[in-house]
């Protein structure tokens, strides 16, 4: 068990996980890799679309499921885990 075993974290992407120019600072990728070393569930949720969270899937460490269009789908590894129209 880690310092952070009972947790689960989610951040937005746009502002909050990205500075205003839309990179995500080093030290913010650290935290998130502490975070998770130490037990976390950390993932994103975005309103983005899926074709339009390539980059945040690409560049963003998650060991929980991503959360996009606004939480309408789940989605861990490729694969779909919930859906709502």
């Known amino acids: ?6 947790v689960l ?3 937005d992407y746009d ?3 990205t ?3 839309g990179n995500i600072p080093q030290r913010n990728l ?3 890799r502490y975070f998770m070393d130490n ?4 993932t994103v949720n975005t309103g983005r679309s899926l074709p339009l969270s390539a980059d945040i899937l690409r560049s963003v ?7 996009c269009y606004n939480g309408s789908l789940t989605i861990q ?4 885990l919930d859906q709502h129209t």
């Open 30 to 32: 650290e935290a998130i």
């Open 19 to 21: 500075d205003p120019e």
């Open 77 to 80: 590894d490729g694969v779909i």
């Open 61 to 67: 460490p998650m060991n929980a499921p991503f959360l």
């Open 9 to 11: 974290l989610t951040v």
């Open 1 to 6: 068990m880690g310092l952070y075993s009972d």
């Open 15 to 17: 502002r909050t996980l």
């Open 39 to 42: 037990g976390g569930a950390f």
